[in-house]
């Protein structure tokens, strides 16, 4: 059972089945996609927090860009969303990359601090700009995709689109992960000196996650733009990479899906919480700081609990519990 | 071929091109001089010992060598090439590999993703393919599988490197310098907190490396180091203080007042 | 004339950006502890001198008094659950600290309401200082004078004492510091006490200035890192030559270019970072 769970096909068919249950579910197809889009922004998070051993404090930086982008492609060049998305991608890439070239140039918490600045200096960037970014209002009339020239103004149509994009992008992550690249990042988050030492250029391979990181974010924050019809001065907020960090550290950092997991219930319960108690964010304050205390592996922790428990196995150690090993180097 | 057989043999001939050199080398940490005029010549496929006291400069020597930190002068050539200005991850790809003091291995990894890494290592520029999966039919299991073997690791090779006895790590940390095929292979210590039993396979393993490999490894254990060195160099205070066949440096007066006094009890076979 | 304004502005603002910065280096040199939550107690600085003022406590005792409440306070949070943390890795020092500022935040909207007030300076100090055709606000000549003299106080404290010889030996190492028989923990807690006390005066003098609201503490933190980054985490001059660069450049850019003056403070680290990616007075 616990076996089962370290499997990345099972991550995947978590992914679909999400897809599928949250129409069921969920009475706004808005939230549905929602989390979907930072389900995927959260999952490229963990791409380099629990992959590359990267705590990014940047990833707003990639989601916002990724909202302007789309609204300015969409608007001003007139592009139509199929050719405006893999642009997108290429700008997040592009940023990312120098961003992430950067902020690698200082090692542990001066990293953190580093991609934290860049996220202010890209807010202030934005806000400066107001003629292309609009400023505080951010850039309006974000048009939707249409399919068959009618644009997908029905949510749940929407979410369609969100989903299918969400799957092909989740399975992407996926593929990366696995990878030859994805299984040096592990290497590099265990012992990058050694790592070093055995001959990869550990910088080359920090960049390349970032750039992979930032193109999936990107794309993200362009769903994010398209579906709130604005791309909004506070996608590129410090809030939203500390949203998106928060989710991913919720979820656990040890597999892509936890992330997943980490966004819907970060969003879920902002959704219940803040019909009730507009400052519910002082319970999310407390929730991380026992997260810290009490569940460091995160909610994914807690299903990895409960199937040994169900399966009445000792739960996995958290030196074995490594998700993305494959099947052929486990015992 | 014993060390003296050997020695005598290297007298006849001419002198050979260096696997590993260097040329008056000097590291500094700050105002720190940690070393200082070091020369250094490692002959192709011997066995060379460095050894001196805690603090000599002998690792500081291997960062340096290796590329970890960076020579403040003079000049370190790998099989004639310089190399004195190569990164250290290039320096792999040349053929040059190292294990380290303390056990520095991917602790959550397996066994086996470790050795196939640092074999990966000598193409890394071919991992960086994010969409391409790791085949079981890579060249690089053959290397891994054999070195398994080898190091008597295949019964844990699909366990944690994290996980293993203090042996079985430290076999490890020399399999991960070996898996990347180099020619001239680095060993800090490699004996460090062993037991007995465990210091015999890694002493017959050294001697064995020296057949297809160039072995330059520090050691504080000196029956080891006079039983299965062709050279030994000994340094002190970021020096080169004597250098020369285990006997002959055994027998050195400098280094026995200055060093070593009657710690060499290793039996010249 | 302007520009001498501007840059005497520039230097009680980098004089206070200084403060902030030196409380969450000196944590940082002893506990090897990043505390995001120091931007929440410089903002609790601010609304607490804001709210004895209005209370109608004199701005004089109000400054101390905010000083040793965050300082309690924040020794209070160290002992009771931040020292729990300390051996876990830094993503749960930053998720947990991350989640104090959030809950403080929160707080503070709570007591205080989401919108921001102003802090009149006090009367002594509210009038001008003309000098020929030059006139300065004397409560921002003050802040110089105040935080020239704890700079100069906390060099002392940091060089020149026990304490001081202690924190720094604790920074290279803990375990020494152990050995020699110094209770640790009460170091540990004293130091992140001063540290977060710093940082909640620099509020409390920065309240006139800039007024309070409930969004402070994220453009603080964000300063402070800048100020670290640039000059050095743990160096004492760097955190000084930092803070007042950075707070000179955002003056001098708010005549040039208003609206981007804090994108420059950003740039210029930026540009920090490509030059001299260690800093200006970086250690390795």
């Known amino acids: 059972m616990t076996r089962l769970l370290e499997r990345p096909i099972v991550h995947f068919g978590l992914a679909a089945a999400t897809v599928l249950v949250l129409p069921l579910v969920l009475r706004s197809g808005t939230l549905a996609s929602e989390i979907l889009i930072y389900g995927l922004a959260a999952a490229a998070c963990n791409l380099l927090l629990g992959y590359t051993g990267l705590l990014s404090f940047g990833q707003g930086i990639f989601f916002g860009l990724g909202s302007y982008a789309a609204g300015l492609i969409l608007l001003r060049a007139g592009w139509p969303a199929p050719a405006m998305l893999p642009a997108v991608a290429l700008v997040g890439a592009a940023t990312a990359t120098a961003v992430g070239w950067l902020s690698i140039r200082r090692q542990g918490v001066y990293f953190v601090m580093l991609t934290l600045a860049f996220s202010q200096l890209f807010y202030f960037l934005a806000y400066t700009l107001g003629d292309l970014t609009g400023g505080d209002n951010g850039l309006l009339n974000v048009p939707r995709p249409a399919l068959g020239g009618k644009p997908l103004s029905d949510p749940w149509a929407y979410y369609a689109f969100v989903a299918a994009l969400f799957l092909g992008l989740f399975a992407a992550l996926q593929r990366v992960a696995l990878s030859t690249f994805g299984r040096t990042l592990l290497a590099i988050r265990d012992n990058e000196a050694r790592a070093s030492a055995i001959g990869f250029p550990v910088r080359t391979f920090k960049v390349a996650a970032f750039a992979i990181s930032g193109a999936v974010t990107a794309l993200a924050g362009a769903l994010h733009a398209m579906l709130i019809g604005v791309a909004p001065l506070s996608n590129i907020e410090y809030h939203t990479s500390e949203t998106l960090l928060i989710m991913t550290i919720i979820g656990g950092a040890g597999n892509l899906f936890a992330s997943v997991l980490g966004a819907a219930f970060y969003l879920v319960a902002g959704d219940l919480l803040s019909a009730i108690w507009p400052r519910w964010l002082l319970l999310l304050g407390v929730l991380l700081v026992a997260v810290a205390l009490f569940m460091q592996r995160g909610l994914w922790g807690l299903v990895e609990r409960a199937a040994a428990l169900v399966a009445r196995e000792p739960p996995p150690e958290p030196a074995s519990a490594d998700a993305t090993l494959p099947e052929e180097s486990r015992p | ?269 | 004339m302007t520009y001498l304004f501007q840059i005497l502005n520039g230097i009680g603002l980098g004089m206070l950006y200084f403060l902030l910065a030196v409380g969450l280096s000196i944590i940082f040199g002893l506990l090897q502890f990043v505390n995001f939550a120091h931007g929440a107690f410089y903002m609790l600085g601010a609304y607490l001198a804001y709210t004895m003022v209005e209370r109608g406590v004199s701005f004089w005792l109000a400054l101390p008094l905010a000083f040793l409440a965050v300082g309690a306070l924040a020794a209070l949070t160290e002992a009771v659950l931040l020292r729990r943390i300390y051996a876990q890795a830094h993503t749960f020092h930053i998720l947990a600290t991350v989640g104090l500022a959030l809950a403080v935040q929160e707080i503070v909207i709570i007591v205080w309401g989401p919108i921001g007030a102003n802090l009149a300076p006090p009367d002594s100090l509210s009038g001008v200082v003309i000098l020929g055709d030059f006139i300065y606000p004397e409560y921002r000549l003050f802040v110089i004078a105040l935080t020239a003299l704890l700079a100069g106080g906390l060099w002392w404290l940091l060089e020149g004492t026990r304490l001081g010889a202690i924190v720094r030996a604790g920074s290279e190492s803990p375990e020494t510091m152990a050995l020699l028989g110094y209770d640790t923990r009460r170091i540990n807690t004293a130091v992140f006490g001063l540290g977060a006390g710093l940082a909640g005066l620099a509020g409390a003098l920065a309240a006139p200035i800039r007024g309070v609201d409930p969004f402070m503490s994220v453009e603080a933190l964000s300063v402070a890192f800048v100020v670290v980054v640039v000059g050095g985490m743990g160096s004492y001059a760097g955190a000084l030559a930092a803070g007042l660069a950075v707070g000179i450049a955002q003056s001098l850019m708010a005549t040039l270019w208003p609206e981007g003056a804090r994108l420059m403070i950003y740039l210029g680290m930026a540009a920090v970072i490509v030059t001299m990616p260690r800093g200006l007075f970086g250690r390795a």
Do not use: C
């Open chain 2, 1 to 269: 071929m014993t060390a003296a057989s050997k020695a005598v043999a290297s007298a006849i001939e001419p002198p050979v091109e260096p696997a590993l050199a260097a040329d008056g080398l000097g590291v500094r940490y700050g105002s720190f001089v940690a070393l200082k005029d070091i020369t250094l010549r490692v002959r192709p496929n011997s066995v060379h010992a460095i050894i001196g006291p805690n603090g000599a400069g002998k690792t500081t020597l291997f960062h340096a060598l290796t590329g970890r930190v960076r020579a403040a002068s003079g000049r370190i050539t790998l099989g004639g090439r310089d190399i004195t200005r190569t990164r250290d991850d290039d320096r792999v790809r040349l053929g040059l590999a190292r294990s380290f003091q303390v056990t520095s291995l991917f602790a959550t990894l397996s066994v086996r993703e470790n050795l196939r890494l640092a074999a990966q290592g000598r193409t890394p520029w071919a991992a960086l393919a994010p969409w391409r999966a790791v085949s079981e039919r890579d060249a690089a299991f053959a290397v891994v599988d054999a070195l398994l073997a080898r190091l008597d690791l295949a019964g844990v090779a699909g366990r944690p490197a994290g996980e293993l006895s203090h042996g079985q790590q430290r076999r490890l940390e020399v399999g991960m310098a070996m898996a990347a095929r180099p020619r001239v292979i680095l060993l800090d210590e490699p004996t460090s907190g062993m037991g007995t039993d465990d210091i015999g396979a890694m002493t017959d393993l050294i001697r064995d490396l020296g057949r297809d490999h160039t072995v330059l490894f520090i050691e504080h254990n000196m029956g080891i180091v006079m039983n299965i060195s062709d050279t030994v160099t000994v340094m002190r205070a970021g020096q080169v203080l004597v250098e020369g066949r285990p006997a002959a440096v055994r027998d050195d007066p400098e280094v026995r007042r200055a060093y070593l006094g009657n710690m060499i009890t290793g039996d010249l076979r």
